[in-house]
């Protein structure tokens, strides 16, 4: 697996991923945003995928984590050119509800440029009223019947 910084300029870094980002790979990755400045987390970063072969929990999990450092910093994370490896990962996990995607870099690049939604449509919230416990709920599921 290889990350890299393609370029960065403008506000919008490009960086590639590259390979198998699964977790053998990642114990030994050395992060190229998190080296190059906490900063570019604020940026628009467009991630092209075209060349990433596969992609397992640990990767998936990477690319939480920078969508998330991305937005908490004011930023955006788009990936582009997803193999349909990689895309069908995504989709069962159904982490195109919260991912931008694109179908190439110039759709990214617009993508990119467009404001940020409040909250990703596939976002749950969490309410605490849903936390405490209801005195009207039993507190065991009810044992089904047998039926002998």
């Known amino acids: 697996m290889e990350t890299r910084i393609v370029s960065q300029d403008k506000g919008v870094c490009r960086i590639k991923l590259v390979g198998e980002v699964i977790q053998r790979h990642l114990r030994k990755f050395s992060d190229p945003i998190e080296a190059a400045g906490e900063q570019i987390y604020g940026q628009k970063v467009v991630c092209d995928c075209s060349?990433?072969?596969?992609?397992?929990?640990?990767?998936v999990s990477w690319i939480l984590v920078t969508h998330k450092r991305c937005r908490e910093a004011g930023g955006r994370l788009v990936l582009h050119s997803l193999s349909q490896l990689v895309l069908n990962?995504?989709?069962?996990?159904?982490?195109?509800?919260?991912?931008?995607?694109a179908d190439n870099e110039s759709q990214a690049l617009k993508l990119a440029n467009q404001p940020v939604p409040e909250e990703s449509s596939g976002t749950a919230t969490f309410d605490s009223k849903y936390?405490?416990?209801?005195?009207?709920?039993?507190s065991d599921p009810p044992e089904e019947a047998s039926g002998t």
């Not at 990962?89 to 931008?100: G, P, Q, S």
């Not at 936390?131 to 039993?138: F, G, I, K, Q, S």
């Open 51 to 59: 060349e990433t072969k596969m992609l397992d929990s640990a990767g």
């Open 89 to 101: 990962v995504i989709l069962v996990l159904r982490l195109n509800l919260i991912f931008d995607i």
């Open 131 to 138: 936390a405490e416990e209801d005195p009207n709920l039993p």
